[in-house]
């Protein structure tokens, strides 16, 4: 059995970055077995591909919010030995926790402009590709910076609900808001309690509470 080349798949929605990027891996003798400038059926994609690595930005069409780490987290999830490296103009610590929530390596995060060395670079896909985990040291340190607050630990839609739940909006009114389902406005409320500690409690209100916490920030 004679060794393949890496087969590594791109999404970034930037036309000159991605085509940059592909001539980048040509030079590191690396094959590009997809490059796509959205996110949409990313799973079937990768997997229809044989990929071994997805390389994604975080923000991506349609709504250039979290579409990137969404896609990130689903081909975790569906395809686990597939490594994720994922890169950013911005230090977003939250999506960097959610990547590496389960603790199994094979993933990286990196900042587009401190992305300088092709050797450096090329050396981080393998070493994801191989099971090791790979951040540059700005998300490290923004990691360790977050610990200490509670209200960095939330998303950022938690934090558009957090936001509205502040304006004093019912559960209804931030659906309505949001362009999302009731159901999905509970569960996020749910997931702000938990990440705040905010356990149910028959004297405090922890809506009341999760909301001081914000104001408070």
Known sequence: MTDRPLRVVLVEDSLLLREGLVRLFEEAGYETAGAWGDAD????????????????????????????????LAIRAALPRVGILVLSQYVEGVYARELLADGEGGVGYLLKDRVTSLDEFTDAVRRVHEGGTVLDPLVVRGLLAARADPLASLTPRER???????????NGSIAQRLFIGVGAVEKNVTSIFAKLGLEESATEHRRVLAVLAFLQR
Request: hydrophobic share 50%; proline share 5%.
């Open 160 to 170: 558009d609900v957090l936001e509205l739940m502040a304006e004093g909006r019912s």
């Open 41 to 72: 059926d990313v799973v079937a994609r990768v997997q229809g591909v044989r990929a071994d690595v997805a390389i994604l930005d975080v923000r991506l069409p349609p709504t250039f919010r979290d579409e990137g780490i969404r896609a990130a």
